[in-house]
């Protein structure tokens, strides 16, 4: 597992993680692209791009993966199919890779691989943090032995919402609670229609979070995870984390939900044989936090991809 984590000097400040220095943008039609040279990427493989530009809210951009001439365009934040935000040199009918809006999917080895970000607009990123997580698409959770504090999160539930939305809603819900928990007041159905990815009808789309986290004032990015252990220094540093998780039925003990195939949740601290979690799905605030097998809430979160909002004060 590698990420690779690109940042304006100011942002570069202020992000809990490494990063690798500065971008060099280049202007295209419509907006200003920078391009990042990928290692190797094993069959089954994932790359995850994630994108937050600070001081520029509704920031729109789209990500291309480029090998051999041909080519995989992801437009994750657009609202609108145009030329100007379309990646130019899709060839989506080549079996080598697949698209699934948040990353892509390599379905063979794949060498010289280049990552392209396009930020639309005219005028350069200035403030950013750009970033490309490569990970095994399935791999065996670590659950770690590390320990941290648990960070207390103001607690809301998604069944608060409306009934035709409180269903669909566990991402807004997990970005609304951060956003409390770093002091940014919010209503849930604000930033629900925050995260609202229009093309899809979805509210779980990955960097609509980022953008609606961003847009609120702090630094946030996409990350893959493959151990508890990586998240320890984050939580250990008051940054609770946003893990997508899925599990089958019964198989995380204390879950409102017997079984998802794709939910969020808050994790909020690390115990020796526990996970501190804040569950949008649970009935009422009172019982949002949570308290979670280790070894169950590790293969629940890291077993599939492992993806999470890292979120940050700027």
């Known amino acids: 597992m590698q990420t690779l984590r690109f940042a304006s000097n100011a942002v570069a400040a202020h992000c809990p993680l490494p990063t690798l220095g500065p971008l060099a943008w280049s202007q295209r039609e419509g907006g ?10 094993p069959n089954d493989s994932i790359v995850v791009p994630s994108c937050s530009l600070p001081g520029r809210p509704g920031a729109d951009f789209t990500v291309e993966l480029t090998v051999a001439g041909a080519g995989w365009g992801l437009a994750p934040t657009s609202t609108t199919a145009t030329p100007m935000n379309t990646p130019s040199k899709t060839t989506a009918s080549d079996p080598r890779a697949t698209t699934h809006i948040d990353y892509f999917h390599c379905r063979a080895d794949l060498s010289g691989a280049m990552a392209h970000v396009t930020v639309i607009g005219a005028d350069v990123p200035r403030d950013y943090l750009v970033s490309f997580s490569l990970r095994a698409y399935k791999t065996t ?11 207390v999160v103001p ?50 789309v990955w960097p609509l979070a980022v953008r609606t986290l961003t847009d609120a004032g702090l630094v946030a990015g996409v990350e893959c995870f493959d151990n508890l252990d990586t998240a ?50 649970a009935r009422d605030a009172s019982v949002v936090p949570r308290v979670y097998p280790r070894a ?7 077993t599939e991809r492992g993806a999470a909002y890292v979120v940050a004060p700027l």
Do not use: E
């Open 32 to 41: 200003w692209s920078a391009s990042v040279a990928l290692p190797d990427l």
């Open 141 to 151: 959770p670590l659950p770690g032995r590390l320990t941290t504090p648990r960070n």
């Open 155 to 204: 607690a809301i539930s998604q069944l608060t919402a409306p009934r035709a939305l409180r269903h669909r809603i566990c991402s807004p819900t997990c970005v609304a609670m951060v956003l409390a928990y770093h002091g940014v007041a919010d209503s849930l159905l604000h930033v629900a229609k925050s995260c609202l990815h229009v093309p899809s009808g979805m509210f779980g």
């Open 232 to 281: 320890a220094p984050l939580l250990a540093h008051g940054l609770p984390v946003v893990a997508s998780i899925r599990f089958a039925a019964g198989a995380l003990p204390g879950s409102p939900l017997d079984g998802t195939d794709g939910h969020l949740v808050v994790v909020t601290g690390l115990d020796d044989d526990c996970v501190y979690v804040n569950d949008p799905a």
């Open 296 to 302: 169950a809430f590790a293969a629940a979160w890291l």
